[in-house]
Structure formats: structure tokens, C-alpha cells
Nanobody, 117 residues
Framework: QVQLVESGGGLVQAGGSLGLSCSAS????????MGWYRQAPGKERELVAT???????DYGDSVKGRFTISRDNAKNTVYLQMTSLKAEDRAVYYC???????????WGQGSQVTVAS
């Protein structure tokens, strides 16, 4: 059974920092591109960041320079470090695992991030 379990969301003041973690089980972690997406109220889910097994990354334009994605292949865990948080970063953040060799995608349950202005 595949599970993506997120942790670390919560409430933070604007300008502050917050970290998210996603622990994966039931998959061969190194064969998945891991990512974070977010969905704000009334908006579509959007890309935050992705990271491949070799460490190559991609970021959404709105978070470039403020957020950092990383992964620990030995711990089957992907991280998102968020800094200089803005009110518009408020959203539910979802962990995502995309199989590199086929159309298989898994999602976590979501973690709420609230930024108080």
C-alpha cells in the first residue's frame, strides 16, 4: 500500500519560515520524481516544486528564490523549506510522487499552511 504522509504545516507570520516533510512508503522512492503542489481556496492546484532522484529541481514562478525542495533517498522523504512567506502562500500543500517510467501518480492527504499578515 502506497502512503505519502505529510507533516509540518501550520500557522506562521508573514515573512516567517516553515518546513514540510513527506515520508513515502510502498514505492521504490528513487524511481519517482517527488513534488509539492498547493491549492488555495477557490483556485486550481498549482506546482510548487519538484525534485528528481538525481537532485534536479523545478520551481513554480511564485516561489522561486523563497522555497527549497530537497529529498533524502535513504529516508524516502522529501522536504520543502519555505521562507519569506506571504499571505498568498496560504494553501493546502500536497506531496506528489510521479513514477519516472509510467503514468503512475500518488498524492498525500494535504497539509494546511496558513500565513498571517
Amino acid at each position: 500500500q502506497v502512503q505519502l504522509v505529510e507533516s509540518g504545516g501550520g500557522l506562521v507570520q508573514a515573512g516567517g519560515s516553515l518546513g514540510l516533510s513527506c515520508s513515502a512508503s510502498g514505492i521504490t522512492f528513487s524511481m519517482y520524481v517527488m513534488g509539492w503542489y498547493r491549492q488555495a481556496p477557490g483556485k486550481e492546484r498549482e506546482l510548487v516544486a519538484t525534485i528528481a532522484s538525481d537532485g534536479s529541481t523545478d520551481y513554480g514562478d511564485s516561489v522561486k528564490g523563497r522555497f527549497t525542495i530537497s529529498r533524502d533517498n535513504a529516508k524516502n522523504t522529501v522536504y520543502l523549506q519555505m521562507t519569506s512567506l506571504k499571505a498568498e502562500d496560504r494553501a493546502v500543500y500536497y506531496c506528489n510522487a510521479k513514477f519516472t517510467l509510467g503514468p503512475i501518480v500518488y498524492w498525500g492527504q494535504g497539509s494546511q499552511v496558513t500565513v498571517a499578515s
